[in-house]
């Protein structure tokens, strides 16, 4: 690239420093990025291997290796780290690697603060997995933690697990504006709204929702401590309170959340989806409009998880039929990939058919949330496992996937490498045979009776539990060829060319600049107000 | 090789669908109202499984028919306004279509007239509290699955960990209200049977009532996760016919009375220690193990406890009023005066608790005056 | 103001790891802290202050930093823009967090209460609470043991007797500081330094009686009228929504302070001024919510 800026250091054209401390000190949107996946990934095997402790207790009927309030504890840590520690990060690491390239950016608008919101991630993770040495043991209330187990009768770590949660907040709202304002203010020139690539536009929606609850999130527990220490009565109905109000609270937030963690996968999906069918993405101002009607819609539906509670008969109506509409932009988003697939040319590299299962399985999973949506059915499935199985089909084979499909799909323009595409194609195929085995069950016993955060069960569960957790640990082991993958194509990849996939042409800014991307992609934004030359 | 898979997904998901439906389908209810709502269930099952075929099916058919083939170039167009228009209406369509019978079962659920017959239950950790609000009798309900069995010492029974000592019996068509709360947590009331799931919330009450015709047992258990047993509290309820139930409460109003009397009687040491050991192992055990050992930091061991040891009566308040805000519950309306002496004998002279050698007993009487100084 | 035509991205730099320790020294020093309350041996509010000391001083490295870095021109037009980006999305994420205390008293005000009082669709719950009314703000408190309930409350008084009343001289006091900054803004735009100062001085001066008047409500509160956090929702909601308020108001007054005293060394120029604007919005934002506050907290 030309224009070399003036600086002060003159390590800022050569790309990074070395050493360890690199990585401490870094503003590069690239290096963050890198941090966050790595921090991610880590927490996968930290938060999975807590589901394997799960999986390994309900294998049979019967105590098995954990007491129930160590496994009660496993549940919760599982829950937030999958969340808070998984999920979320990825995301942001790839809106830190991909968002300023495919908009044309030198970098993000704020590079210190994105690094300030990366590590104070590890910081507040490190504290929440101190608890499970401290007296009391960790958090043992779900990762939805209500009041008043979590408040009058939670262990004495609840405090720490309080401010890491607000520590997490912060990074998450640094993180966000950031990304707010980085795609607002930094765009290259010519690049308007409307033009924008749909990961851009699903992150510009996320961030919004992001900065709009993770401060109620903060609100929510700072009002826990508040009963736990200091004699306030917000959760305590004999002051006036009112335990359902923590609920109200926390799914003000927690719905919001888990469109958080889907909008950005739409995104990506819809990238990987147009590039193997070498065809432009079909409808594209309406994908954009129905994220923005998914997060609008996702502020007034929050109550649809407490159907149980008793509330008022209006409360239960309205909520039903506010979450029954999500169903509408949702299901555009999937025809319109069916369509962008329609008479196109499709190849199935990795990325794709992570991309396809997602498609799938994701809508297997909307589908049982439509059924969790209908108010009076759900007072049968409500913390069933049926509720599981959805949420665990949005999560994995939805979230989850897409994170994996992002990184073999970017990958090579990250690493200059290409991946092992017989590797890719294993895990694949493990993957998404043993993720049905695992999740699709859970289904079975939902319907059932069995309910969800128990440590053993009636004696006719236990066939499909069985399944379950046979599923669950080859699903697991299947990740470790990703891993294995990723560090292979690191270290022993082939050099993959700048334009890496045959239906990238013209797909995006990305995909016109060197594999491995420069250290500093664009200096300068290059202007798309002329017309454009592949390079 | 994509269609393959699908080919092959679809029929082992609709497979097992259809494999074994009682294990695998949701209760179709003892009720009209666990009918009424099994159906909708099902409705709306056939309508998303509808949905998810033609999804799935069409996305088969699309990654079959235009795989990459030799000379066939992609297509070039990316929108159609028809087809967005037709198909945001067709959702819309079939959401109004499902919405219609859900909204019908949910008003005929919040009917919340006055039943026959008022029962208050309340949410203990980990037990549940069933009081006959017109008849005056109460008791509690805990699980009775022994240890060995959940420790798979034992084998496991037919309805392992969803039998309890005291079943709630109602009486077969008589409409009855549940008023459900909860005393320390959040805890959930439910009978798939009944369709009844109504969280029990502290200082809340919410309500709920079923009719049932026929007698019969139905099991459930408690679904809001209430600390560390919350897999062991389960509900059984248990229709019986008119006249049984009269009877039922009529023996329960005897039993009150007769324990009245037992606290009158005078008590030896030995009867207090057979007795007090059961009841010790069924409330206590839970938090302070069978060694009364506690689990350390949040239960504390009673073995050695200077409490246990020298201040009887701190040790009856502890019992009589619980400890605010831990889970040391208060166990006058749960034990009788009677099971209480029993059980603090038992602790005071157990794990070389009896350091004092004086083989200091508690009488039930004394645990009688504690009430009435109260009042 | 910029010379620069492109975007400065800084080479790496120590400070946001600096402040992620704080940050993690923080954590581990208010959580032992407020655990070890009341316990006489306990060492942890040192760690906490030293969290304290650190973020302070990683902070004020922080903005020296940006200053100097802005004064040697470092920073384009579109930098200034991303920072103005940055701090109205702060905002925001402020006011969702007040929203929060919102939704919780308009929650408790709206349901819960009447609800233990025995009225609207679960007035059932009375039974659990026999003799409770409703009533607010909430003077008898469902269980007046635990939660003692309030002697007296806050509410607005005749309009005769007006002029006792705290909360109608705090909100004359910010109000007035909300026009008073808009001032000091629009004379620094005329490059009219000396109006500018004085504003500002006024400014802060309006602020730090509002929190010294705060102070004197707070006293007066647990001192005579029994108004404790531990009253009920009543004191609950009331302190809460109040001091966090409050505690913004402090921030906004010390964000204001350093940059009045920047403005007396000869800062911020009629064009370049990001650091005062950016306290001028803050200190708006402050006092939009004690508006709001009035009207939920004191006056209906
Ligand atoms: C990524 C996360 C994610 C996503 C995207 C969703 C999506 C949805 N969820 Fe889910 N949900 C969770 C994560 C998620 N959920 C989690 C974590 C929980 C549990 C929390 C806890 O308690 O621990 C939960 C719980 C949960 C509940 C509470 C259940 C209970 O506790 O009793 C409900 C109830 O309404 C619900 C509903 C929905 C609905 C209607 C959608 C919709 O958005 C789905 C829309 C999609 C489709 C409908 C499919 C595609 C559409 C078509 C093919 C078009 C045609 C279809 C029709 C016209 C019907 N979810
Ligand atoms: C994005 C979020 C996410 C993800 C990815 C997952 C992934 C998995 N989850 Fe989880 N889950 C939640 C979010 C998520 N979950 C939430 C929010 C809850 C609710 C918590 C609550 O109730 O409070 C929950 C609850 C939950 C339960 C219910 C517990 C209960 O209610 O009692 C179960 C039970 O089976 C479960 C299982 C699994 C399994 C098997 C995986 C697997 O997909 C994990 C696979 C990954 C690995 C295994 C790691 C990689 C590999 C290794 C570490 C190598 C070693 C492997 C072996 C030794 C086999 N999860
Ligand atoms: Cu009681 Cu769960
Ligand atoms: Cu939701």
Known sequence: ?535 | MIFRTFLFALPFMSLSVFAGWDDINMSPGATALGQEIFGLHMTIFWICFAIGVAVLGAMAFILFRYRKKEGVEAAKFDDSTFLEFTWTILFALILIGMSIPATITMIRAYDDTEGDINILITGHQWKWQYEYIEDEVSFFSNLSTSLDERNNLAPKGENYLLEVDEHLVIPTGARIRFLITANDVIHSWWVPDFAIKQDAIPGFVNTGWTQVNEPGIFRGQCTELCGQYHGYMPIVVEAVSPEEYKEFIIQKKEAKLQQAALTEKLWTAEELMAMGEGVYQKNCVACHQVNGEGLAPVFPALAGSDIVMNDKARQIEILMEGVQGAAMQSYAEQLTEVEIAAVITYTKRSWGNDVNGNGEIVAPKEILDYKTNKL | ?300
């Open chain 1, 1 to 535: 690239m030309s224009a070399v800026i003036e600086s002060h250091h003159d390590d800022h054209h050569h790309g990074p420093a070395k050493g360890f401390s690199r990585w401490l000190y870094t503003t590069n949107h690239k290096d963050i990025g890198s941090l966050y996946l790595w921090f991610s990934f880590i927490m996968l095997f930290v938060g999975g291997a807590m589901a394997m402790v799960i999986r390994a207790e309900l294998f049979e009927p019967g105590s098995q290796i954990v007491s129930p309030e160590f496994y009660n504890q496993m549940v919760t840590n599982h829950g937030l780290i999958m969340v808070f520690g998984v999920i979320m990060p990825a995301f942001v690491g790839l809106a830190n690697w991909m968002i300023p390239m495919q908009i044309g950016a030198p970098d993000m608008a704020l590079p210190r603060l994105n690094n300030l919101s990366f590590w104070i991630l590890p910081a507040a993770f490190g504290v929440l997995l101190s608890t499970f040495l401290m007296e009391g043991g960790a958090p043992n209330f779900g990762w939805t933690f209500y009041a008043p187990l979590s408040t009058e009768y939670a262990p004495p770590t609840v405090t720490f697990f309080i401010f890491s949660v607000h520590i997490m907040g912060a990074s998450s709202i640094m993180g966000s504006i950031n990304i707010i304002t980085t795609i607002l203010n930094m765009r290259a020139p010519g690049m308007t709204l409307m033009k924008m690539p749909l990961f851009v536009w699903s992150w510009l929606i996320t961030a919004y929702l992001l900065i709009a609850v993770m401060p109620v999130l903060a609100g929510a527990v700072t009002m826990m401590l508040m009963d736990i220490h200091f004699g306030t009565s917000f959760f305590n109905a004999a002051g006036g309170g009112d335990p359902v109000l923590f609920q109200h609270v926390f799914w003000f937030f927690g719905h919001p959340e888990v469109y958080i963690m889907i909008l950005p996968a739409f995104g990506i999906i819809s990238h990987i989806i147009e590039t193997f069918s070498r065809k432009p993405i079909f409808g594209y101002s309406s994908m954009v409009y129905a994220i923005a009607s998914i997060a609008l819609l996702s502020f007034v539906v929050w109550a649809h998880h407490m159907f149980t509670v008793g509330m008022p008969i209006a409360g239960e109506l309205f909520f039903m039929y506010s979450t029954m509409l999500i169903a509408i932009p949702t299901g555009v988003k999937v025809f319109n990939w069916l369509s962008t697939m329609f008479r196109g040319s499709l190849t199935f590299e990795t990325p794709m058919l992570f991309a396809i299962a997602f498609v799938a399985l994701f809508t297997i999973g909307g589908l049982s949330g439509l059924m969790l949506a209908i108010a009076p059915a759900d007072f049968q499935y409500h913390d069933t496992y049926f509720v599981v199985a959805h949420f665990h089909y949005v999560l994995v084979p939805g979230a989850l996937f897409s994170i994996v499909a992002a990184v073999y799909y970017w990958l090579p323009k990250w690493t200059g490498y290409m991946y092992d595409e017989v590797l890719g194609k294993t895990h694949f195929w493990l993957s998404f045979i043993s993720v049905n085995l695992t999740f699709f069950p859970m289904h079975f016993v939902g319907l059932a009776g069995m309910p969800r955060r128990i440590p053993d069960y009636a004696m006719q569960f236990a066939d499909y539990n069985m399944i379950v957790s046979v599923g669950a640990f080859l699903f697991g082991l299947s990740q470790l060829l990703f891993l294995f993958n990723v560090l292979k194509c690191v270290y022993y990849g082939k050099s993959a060319t700048a334009e890496v996939w045959e239906g990238a042409k013209g797909k995006g800014l990305e995909w016109t600049v060197d594999s491995p991307a420069p250290y500093h992609t664009f200096e300068t934004s290059p202007d798309l107000t002329k017309p454009q030359t592949n390079s």
């Open chain 3, 1 to 300: 103001m910029s010379s620069e035509s492109s975007y400065y991205v800084p080479a790496s730099s120590r400070l946001p790891i600096f402040m992620a320790l704080s940050l993690l020294l923080f954590v581990y020093g208010a959580g032992y802290t407020i655990n070890d309350l009341g316990k006489e041996d306990s060492y942890s509010h040192w760690i906490l202050i030293s969290s304290f000391l650190m973020m302070w001083g990683t902070m004020f490295f922080w903005f020296s930093e940006v200053i100097k870095e802005n004064d040697s021109g470092m920073y384009s037009d579109q930098l200034n823009t991303s920072f103005v980006h940055g701090m109205s999305w702060f905002i925001f994420s402020e006011v969702m967090f007040f929203f929060a205390f919102f939704l919780a008293l308009g929650y408790v005000r709206i349901f819960a209460v009447p609800w233990l009082g025995g009225e609207g669709e679960k007035g059932i719950t009375n039974i659990l609470w026999p003799g409770f009314e409703a009533s607010w703000p909430l003077m008898e408190t469902p269980d007046n043991e635990r939660f003692p309930g309030a002697h007296h409350n806050m509410s607005i008084p005749h309009i005769s007797k007006i002029h006792t009343w705290l909360p109608f001289w705090n909100t004359l006091c910010l109000v007035t500081s909300s026009g008073t900054i808009a001032l000091a803004e629009a004379a620094l735009k005329k490059d009219n330094r000396k109006a500018f100062k004085l504003w500002m001085v006024v400014t802060l001066t309006l602020g730090y009686i509002f929190v010294v008047l705060q102070s004197v409500e707070y006293y007066e509160a647990y001192a005579h009228m029994g108004l404790t956090l531990g009253a009920g929702i009543y004191g609950t909601t009331f302190f809460l929504m109040t001091g966090f308020h409050g505690f913004h108001v402090c921030l906004g007054a010390i964000i204001l302070t350093i940059m009045t005293i920047r403005g007396f060394r000869g800062a911020f120029s009629e064009h370049d001024h990001f650091g005062l604007a950016a306290g001028s919005w803050y200190w708006h934002f402050v006092d939009v919510v004690w508006i709001l506050l009035v009207l939920v907290v004191y006056v209906f």
